[in-house]
């Protein structure tokens, strides 16, 4: 099907449901929370009766997001769920989303999302990979759909392009991503008051742990790889939380050579002990990192992917050069 009647067919879709639910990926990034929130705001101002939904694990939410508010977010199932339509937001397979009232065979799914690597999870799926994120997805829907993109909807959309095209500076950032800032910014939002909220007054707790993982910064495959891990105790020692490692993989990605940056954490919940979690970066395109997160059991962008992993440092690393040397 194209792109435009994919396009069409997801707004009949939205257009005819009464009642929805709006959900996203677990450990929700910029995009993931702005596309939510904005897709929220649209559907209230058409009359309908939309909920979110995210785990309560979820919170608190990394610090950057801190002055998001979901008003009237459900923790779980609501009693009239088989009445819904579920629209799952930036999130590239159901797996992203471990909840199991939200894999149920009987529930209509929307799927809006950029990920090239969508499984198509949905009922009705509208993948748009050449969108630089979500958002813009969502921001093309809203207006097709007649709704204002009041102030307060743009300055969600622009936390999912600000953070998801890395401030305007990644591959994905098209001339349509361009044009959406401006429009934005004529809707109303305070840019410089949305940079400070994300990228400033950061708690120090993340310059330490940013330390910390510095000193572990290795370097394999004359330079290719750069690679830094944190460990439970690195996080229980300054005190910091799991969403406080955010932004650290872009300082190993800005190392001279680098072909693919990558930051190992160990997870921190007791059910995850012995996990750890893999962020992945490409620099220049000579290395598909989502390539390799999907050998690993995750997935995401050619240029920004992750996975999950049972595997020891060591074997990890091992594996990751492997990987590595075979790409570039
Ligand atoms: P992160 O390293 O968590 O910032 O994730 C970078 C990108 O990889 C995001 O676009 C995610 O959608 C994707 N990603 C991260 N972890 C996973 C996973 N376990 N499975 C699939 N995609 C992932
Ligand atoms: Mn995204």
């Known amino acids: 099907m194209s792109v435009t009647t994919q396009h069409e067919q997801m707004v ?26 904005a897709m929220h705001g649209t559907l209230e101002q058409l009359g309908k009766d939309s909920v979110m ?4 694990d979820e919170f608190p ?30 999130c590239g397979n159901i797996d992203r989303m471990p909840v199991d009232f939200l894999q149920d065979e009987g529930i209509k799914i929307l799927n809006i999302d950029h990920h090239h690597d969508n499984t198509n999870f949905g009922t009705v799926n ?21 709704a204002e993109v009041t102030a307060e909807i743009a300055s969600s959309l622009y936390v999912g392009l600000v953070t998801d095209t890395g401030r305007f500076s990644y591959e994905n950032t098209s001339p349509s991503a361009h044009r959406m800032a401006a429009d934005l910014i004529e809707a109303g939002v305070n840019t410089h008051a949305v ?14 742990l940013l330390a910390r993982a510095l000193t572990t910064v290795a370097r394999y495959e004359e330079g290719r ?9 690195d996080f229980e020692e300054t005190g910091a939380l799991e969403s406080d490692s955010e932004g650290i ?38 290395v598909d990192v989502s390539v390799i997160a999907r050998q690993l059991g995750g997935g ?8 999950t992993t049972r595997l020891s440092p060591d074997d990890l690393v091992s594996t990751l050069r492997d990987q590595v040397a075979a790409q570039a």
């Open 300 to 307: 995401g962008h050619r240029q920004a992917a992750g996975f």
């Open 195 to 208: 940079y400070r909220r994300l990228f400033e007054d950061l708690p120090f707790r993340r310059l330490e």
């Open 61 to 90: 939410l990394s610090h950057e997001y801190r002055h998001m508010t979901f008003d009237g977010l459900l923790g779980a199932a609501p009693d009239d769920l088989a009445d819904r339509v579920v629209v799952f937001l930036d």
């Open 12 to 37: 009949e879709e939205l257009r005819a449901a009464d009642k929805l639910l709006l959900t996203t990926h677990e450990n929700p990034d910029g995009d993931a929370l702005g596309s939510l929130l």
């Open 249 to 286: 993989v872009d300082h190993l990605r800005s190392v001279e050579g680098t072909k693919a940056a990558i930051l190992v954490r160990e997870l921190l919940s007791d059910g995850k002990r012995g996990c750890r979690k893999v962020s992945l970066r490409a620099t220049d395109g000579s």
């Open 225 to 233: 790889i750069t690679i830094a891990m944190l460990s439970r105790s």
């Open 53 to 56: 939904y995210m785990s309560p």
């Open 126 to 146: 509208l993948v748009v990979p050449e969108a630089s994120c979500t958002a813009e997805i969502v921001f093309d829907l809203a207006r097709q759909l007649g």
